[in-house]
C-alpha cells in the first residue's frame, strides 16, 4: 500500500517521539522539526521534507500510525493514497 506521511513544521517542536517509535522514517533537522525519511534515507540535497509517499507493509503501517500517535502536539498525518482515507488521526 502507498501512505502519504505528512509533518506539519508549525506544530511539531522536537520532541522526538517519532523518532524513537519509527527511526528510518523520521528524524529532527537543524530546526529541531521532524522530516519524513524513506526507509532511513534522506534523498534531498539538504531540504527539509515534510511530506512523503512510501510504500507500506501492514507491519510498517502500523509502526507509523504509533509514531504519529507518540506525538504530544499531533503534528503528523498518515493517509492511504490508494483509498483516500486519513488512517491518522481520524476525522
Not at 528524524?27 to 515534510?50: D, M, W
Not at 509502526?63 to 476525522?91: F, H, M, N
Request: aromatic share 6%; net charge negative; with cysteine.
Amino acid at each position: 500500500m502507498k501512505l502519504k506521511i505528512s509533518v506539519d513544521p508549525n506544530l511539531c517542536f522536537g520532541a522526538a517521539s517519532c523518532v524513537t517509535v519509527s527511526p528510518s522514517h523520521f528524524r529532527l533537522n537543524e530546526q529541531n522539526k521532524a522530516e519524513v525519511l524513506e526507509n532511513g534515507e534522506e534523498l534531498t540535497a539538504g531540504n527539509p521534507i515534510y511530506e512523503r509517499i512510501i510504500e507500506a507493509d501492514e507491519a510498517k503501517r502500523d509502526e507509523l500510525i504509533l509514531s504519529a500517535q507518540s506525538c504530544p502536539v499531533s503534528a503528523i498525518s498518515i493517509w492511504d493514497v490508494e483509498t483516500g482515507e486519513r488512517l491518522y488521526p481520524k476525522e
